[in-house]
């Protein structure tokens, strides 16, 4: 007769790192799903922020990156828990807040409904920033330091034309230094200052 389900649940997670609920029900035939989910409690089992939650590993297996995501095969898994908690978590410890794209990137799925939802329950505020739409922090002190380094929307038509001007060119030679784009538009009289600028804010830092 089994009696140490803790172990042998435990045991199977070190033998396949992350399971389906399903598969699991089929290991224990008999033991309820609230059974399980209790089990799960007491060995710091964690499910996936994706696939519904139907993913699950135990936290101690998770190899969290910098922004505390993990992909496993089709798993992704997240150290602040739930897709929504780590949305809000990710937004609030950003420094001037993240865009949709920027969330993608992190948790590498899409999120546009979980961010509405989020935005009706007050959770996250959406502002607009130039070409899109920022998500900042809901507490009020977080959200006036993240919006007092938030962009201002383009003061001009050629402030805009700038921009397309300088990432058409990075696009097109992606080694392009900020030098390299003032002398192709110096003509045109884009400063070093506005160059870096745009580096600063699309290209992740700048080049010399």
Not at 25 to 36: K, L, Q
Not at 174 to 201: N, W
């Amino acid at each position: 007769m089994r009696t140490n389900y803790i172990k042998e649940l435990y045991d199977l997670f070190c033998r396949k790192t992350v399971l389906k609920l399903s598969t699991i029900m089929s290991a224990f035939p008999g033991r309820s799903r609230m059974s399980i989910h209790r089990d799960f409690k007491k060995i710091d089992a964690i499910s996936s922020y994706n696939n519904r939650g139907g993913f699950y590993t135990l936290r101690e297996l998770a190899q969290f990156n910098e922004h505390g995501v993990w992909k496993y095969g089709d798993a992704l898994f997240s150290a602040y828990g739930s897709l929504k908690q780590t949305i809000c978590t990710l937004i609030n410890r950003s420094k001037k807040g993240m865009t949709h794209n920027e969330l993608l990137e992190v948790l590498q799925l899409r999120t546009h409904g979980t961010l509405l939802e989020l935005v009706k329950e007050n959770a996250i505020i959406r502002e607009e920033s130039r070409e899109t739409f920022v998500y900042v922090s809901a507490e009020p002190e977080i959200r006036q330091n993240q919006l007092s380094i938030m962009p201002e929307p383009f003061n001009s038509e050629a402030e805009l034309r700038m921009v397309i001007n300088v990432l058409s060119m990075i696009i097109k030679k992606p080694e392009a230094t900020i030098s390299d784009v003032c002398r192709e538009y110096k003509d045109a009289g884009y400063t070093q200052m506005a160059v870096e600028k745009i580096f600063e804010r699309y290209v992740q830092g700048k080049k010399n």
